[in-house]
């Protein structure tokens, strides 16, 4: 029985491009799960996707599906028929399980036992007549954020459907779909090879859009690209900013890429080079240049899918379309600079944050609030803590700006260039333009203090209200992007900016000015929430560092409220147990014994006329290490607070070796138990041991 390629093309008009890739990344699994429930064996699947098409192919398909017979083992004999022989509810259960009649069931005795056996034989299938109903069901089975009707038709899809391409080596498969038939045909190139074209065999169908400038796959276009971009690079000396996400947007835009080199008048150059890569890569895809200095180019790559003999056309065409873009960049620009910033607070007041908690003017009253009581607690004085308060004021002026509200992903950048020109200090620029980071997980802190207090305010004003509200995230819902804004803050903190602070305090203040705004909640509750939110985050940041979950657990066990100090102490922990494995495996396993035995009601005053020479020699190192501890934690010195405990391993395997703590005499029994309350006391504020004990 011959093995044969199995490939199938559907034809579309042009398929959105994030879209596409999600629906090409999820089609092989789908093709191949798809096969396997039909019982068709099959070899390797390949995908292969353009703006207007998805291919799947599968290896090795055979002609027909193997004949297949299956032997089920039910229950004993006697279970499955009563007294009569009639089959019991056993019996017809098992028979409707396995797709048999319980007639059918067979006796077969079994090392003296006698069961009931379901045969099942299932023929041969020419796998050409399953196959249409299986292709339907996958293109009926892609999913699209957003799908369209088309004509008079009530099928569904991203896009319409303009023809269907299925062969089974050399075997037209005629599956249907929204009153399509396949056949052996393909369409080449929109422009340059649009055909259609016939296909001899499955196997043919990619060479032939090759030959008919389709380049198939996402990576050969993007190989393409970012060749011909090196090739302009090298000819022109100017260096192309290639982002990655606009650049998987345009291999998905592309079936035959040509990359063309724009350009546009310089004296948009004078614009703030921000706004103009924004028009460029964010609303028409364009990639910028840049000279080796790293100024603005007048000069940008377009990816075109046009005929190559027409480059000069397309060049002039999409010079047009930028440049009015750029001319309403410029306008805006030049309209937003007739009044200094500071004009555009008051209008924040028509910007709503949110509906419960106001407007962003009020919002903007709270970050100055909030900005000066951290700059306070980090001990930021003089034209450094002036500079927070004035860049708190004026980080959100320009959300109600020309420019943002038409190129809204250069907020913050746009005011910092209006703050400079109505000359506000260098620290308050780069503030304002700094404020929203870090954005995601691994961008950059704000470069100075005065960014990073600005940046907690606004994040944490907004933590801070929307728990307020009982909008915090749920689950995986997290529609504000609070959990990115908490891991923001604490890497802030982490930082080596000096913001040495307490977030509980900068919570209380928070809250403290939404009650002041008229909001009703339960302070202490929604403080509690915050304070627990924050926890779980740098929890998270510990596990992504790396650090052991019964090293995260036992700092966790001592209620530790300030992100910093938590993921401080882990990291402590988890190198003081990296350093001295052995000293501190066996103090937790000491730990977890005198934990277990203390009696609390007892209290820790240990009477020394009753001690024997191991237990002295423990109540001596207890005492040493109670004020030194305390004296390290106060002073945030955790590395120095743990050596300490570790001091204390020798004596306590010594008084466990040498003592029998649950003694007949009642006296000596309940000393020695106070001498262990008083032990495990010594690590009550630094981490519970007993966590990390070897189970």
């Not at 559907?10 to 890739?21: D, V």
């Not at 004999?77 to 259960?93: E, H, M, R, S, V």
């Not at 890569?277 to 899918?305: C, E």
Request: glycine fraction near 6%; proline fraction near 4%.
């Amino acid at each position: 029985m011959a093995n044969q390629t199995l490939t199938f093309e559907i034809g579309t008009e042009e398929l959105p491009a994030f879209a596409l890739h999600a629906a090409t990344e999820k089609l092989g699994g789908m093709f191949a799960d798809a096969l396997d429930g039909a019982g068709i064996p099959h070899g390797e699947i390949s995908v292969y996707s353009t703006p207007r098409r998805l291919i799947v192919s599968a290896l090795a398909v055979p002609e027909a599906t193997e004949a297949l017979t299956e032997t089920f083992r039910g229950p004993a004999a006697k279970i499955a028929f009563d007294a009569d022989g009639n089959p019991t509810k056993a019996a017809l259960g098992f028979a409707r399980g396995k797709g048999v009649d319980a007639s059918a069931l067979e006796r077969r005795d079994e090392n003296g036992v006698e069961y009931v056996y379901a045969v099942k034989s299932t023929p041969s299938v020419q796998v050409i007549t399953l196959l249409p109903d299986i292709l339907q069901n996958l293109i009926t089975s892609i999913y699209w954020p957003r799908s369209q009707r088309w004509g008079s038709r009530h099928e569904h899809f991203s896009r319409p459907v303009r023809w269907l391409f299925a062969m089974h080596g050399d075997a037209v498969v005629p599956v249907e779909f929204a009153g399509l038939t396949a056949g052996n045909t393909t369409c080449g190139h929109r422009f340059l090879a649009p055909g259609p074209w016939e296909v001899a065999s499955a196997d043919a169908l990619i060479d032939v859009l090759r030959e008919h400038n389709v380049v198939p796959t996402e990576a050969e276009r993007e190989a393409s690209i970012r060749e011909q971009v090196a090739a302009i690079e090298e000819k022109t000396g100017l260096v192309a900013e290639l982002p990655a996400k606009t650049m998987a947007e345009v291999v998905n835009l592309a079936e035959f890429p040509t990359v063309m080199v724009g350009e546009f008048d310089e004296l948009f150059l004078a614009v703030p080079k921000e706004i103009t890569v924004d028009a460029m890569l964010v609303h028409q895809r364009y990639f910028p240049l840049f000279n080796a200095d790293g100024t603005l180019a007048n000069k940008f790559l377009i990816t075109s899918n046009g005929d190559p003999k027409f480059e000069a056309n397309i060049v002039d065409g999409n010079q047009r379309v930028v440049a009015a873009r750029l001319y309403d960049a410029k306008f805006f620009y030049d309209e937003d600079l007739k009044r200094p910033l500071e004009d555009y607070v008051e209008r924040l007041d028509t910007v709503v944050f949110q509906e419960k908690l106001g407007t962003t003017r009020a919002k903007t009253d709270r970050i100055v609030a909030l900005a000066k009581a951290i700059a306070a607690d980090a001990g930021v004085t003089g034209q450094e803590a002036a500079d927070a308060e004035r860049a708190a004021y004026l980080a959100k002026a320009d959300l109600v700006t020309g420019a943002v509200v038409e190129f809204t992903s250069v907020q913050g950048i746009m005011g910092s260039y209006y703050a400079k020109a109505a000359g506000e200090t260098d620290a308050v620029a780069r503030a304002i333009a700094d404020h929203y980071r870090p954005r995601f997980s691994g961008d950059d802190v704000p470069a100075e203090r005065v960014g990073c207090i600005v940046a907690i305010a606004d994040k944490l004003d907004t933590i801070c209200g929307l728990f307020a509200i009982g909008q915090g995230p749920t689950g995986s819902s997290d529609p504000f992007a609070l959990r990115r804004s908490a891991l923001g803050i604490v890497t802030m903190l982490l930082s080596d900016k000096g913001l040495d602070i307490s977030l509980g305090a900068a919570i209380d203040v928070a809250l403290a000015s939404y009650a002041a705004q008229g909001i009703e909640f339960d302070a202490a509750a929604v403080r509690a929430d915050v304070v627990d939110f924050f926890i779980t985050r740098t929890k998270v940041m510990a596990k992504d560092e790396g650090a052991a979950p019964d090293a995260i657990d036992a700092v966790l066990a001592v209620s530790v409220e300030e992100p910093v100090v938590f993921i401080q102490r882990v990291r402590a922990l988890v190198a003081a147990r990296e350093q001295q494995a052995e000293t501190f495996d066996d103090l937790a396993t000491a730990y977890a014994r005198a934990n277990n035995l203390r009696d609390e009601k007892l209290g820790t005053n240990v009477d020394e006329s009753l001690l024997g020479d191991e237990e002295r020699a423990l109540l001596d190192a207890v005492a040493a290490a109670e004020s030194k501890v305390a004296e390290h934690l106060a002073g945030n010195e955790y590395a120095a607070a743990l050596a300490e405990l570790a001091n204390l391993r020798a004596p306590i395997d010594a008084f466990f070796d040498g003592v029998m703590v649950m003694d007949e005499n009642e006296a000596i029994r309940e000393n020695r138990l106070r001498l262990l309350n008083r032990f495990v006391a010594v690590f009550k504020d630094v981490a519970d041991f007993g966590k990390m004990a070897k189970k």
